[in-house]
């Protein structure tokens, strides 16, 4: 898939299956870990913060960004057997902010595990990319991501918008093996359906903005 005009790009053996099984391990021992999802899981659990701050990701991110990525946000989601969900047809538009301040082109504002998030601008949204870390191997039956290719560059997009574009495109299920990383833009109309065959199926989703654009703004 050519990343500009589909939106996403799967990059394979890109995590040692070492730092895979150090990440495994903090995650069984973590409180939380029988949880659907961690949010700021780069700073609960310091494997985390380590492959956020890692040459591996900031180049991958500048690679694809053609800038200087500042992290914004690190999730951990965490599908399993018990904890088993779908997600509809969607694109990631909201920003983690250190605080709020009022700007007209920002908004709506809320509050997520006690952090603040934000609408930013469409510009800033389409120069922005997610890293997805695949811990364990993607596949339809454990609920993998599903994406519409080109779907980024149709603007925001309502939720009617979004399930007939899906009518007339054919998705395209992102099989990826453990140690990939997908790339992929926010505005990327996306989902995923409950696993079938419910598995272990964690992934590590990272979202970056150009440092100098956002700089401003923090």
Sequence with gaps: MNFLTHGFELVENIIPSSDIDNIHREIDQFQESSSAGIRHADTKLS????????????????????????????????????????VSWHQDKTLCMPRKFAHQDWGPWSIKDGAHHVQPPINILNQMI??????????????????????????????????????????????????SAL????????????????????????????????????
Aim: glycine share 4%.
């Design 47 to 86: 494997t985390l913060q380590q492959l956020a701050q890692s040459s591996l990701a900031l180049h991958l991110a500048e690679h694809y960004m053609q800038d200087k990525p500042r992290l914004m946000r690190c999730i951990l989601f965490n599908k399993t057997a018990e904890q088993n969900w779908l």
């Design 130 to 179: 997610t890293l997805r870390f695949h811990l364990d191997d993607n596949h339809k039956d454990n609920g993998c991501l599903k994406v519409l290719p080109g779907s980024h560059n149709k603007g925001i997009l309502s939720t009617q918008q979004m399930h007939a574009l899906n009518e007339k495109a054919s998705p395209v299920y992102c099989l990826a093996p453990r140690g």
């Design 183 to 218: 790339v992929m833009k926010p505005l990327l109309v996306h989902a995923s359906n409950k696993a079938t065959t419910p598995d272990r199926r964690r992934v590590i989703h990272m979202e970056f903005v150009p440092a100098k654009l956002i700089s401003a703004y923090l």
